[in-house]
Nanobody, 125 residues
Framework: QVQLVESGGGLVQPGGSLRLSCAAS????????MGWYRQSPGKERELVAA???????NYADSVKGRFTISRDNAKSTVYLQMNSLKPEDTAVYYC???????????????????WGQGTRVTVSS
């Protein structure tokens, strides 16, 4: 079955950095679009970044210039490098996968088995 296992979350001070990883199994990783959603308390889930099988990337305006998504097909792993972190980046971050970027645009368009369990990021001094 599909498994998406995130790691790398934690507590970091404002201005700091974290790198999230998501190891995938049960899918043909190299042909999948991968992405990261996040959800803060009381807010809806937000698509943070996505990367297609060809390496094209998309970012939410709130993270452009600070976050970088990348993938290693040999390791079936997608990464999210987060720099210059702000308190408003505090959230649970979820790894997701879909056939195409258009299938990642809303949480409802992603089947439940294509979500990881989430990793918590807290940005606080």
């Amino acid at each position: 079955q599909v498994q998406l296992v995130e790691s790398g979350g934690g507590l970091v001070q404002p201005g700091g950095s974290l790198r999230l990883s998501c190891a995938a199994s049960g899918i043909i990783f190299s042909i999948r679009t991968m992405g990261w959603y996040r959800q803060s308390p009381g807010k809806e889930r937000e698509l943070v970044a996505a990367i297609t099988r060809s390496g094209n990337t998309n970012y939410a305006d709130s993270v452009k210039g600070r976050f970088t998504i990348s993938r290693d097909n040999a390791k079936s792993t997608v990464y999210l490098q987060m720099n210059s972190l702000k308190p408003e980046d505090t959230a649970v971050y979820y790894c997701v996968t879909a056939q195409n970027v258009s299938d990642l645009l809303t949480p409802q368009s992603i089947g439940p088995r294509y979500w990881g369990q989430g990793t918590r990021v807290t940005v606080s001094s």
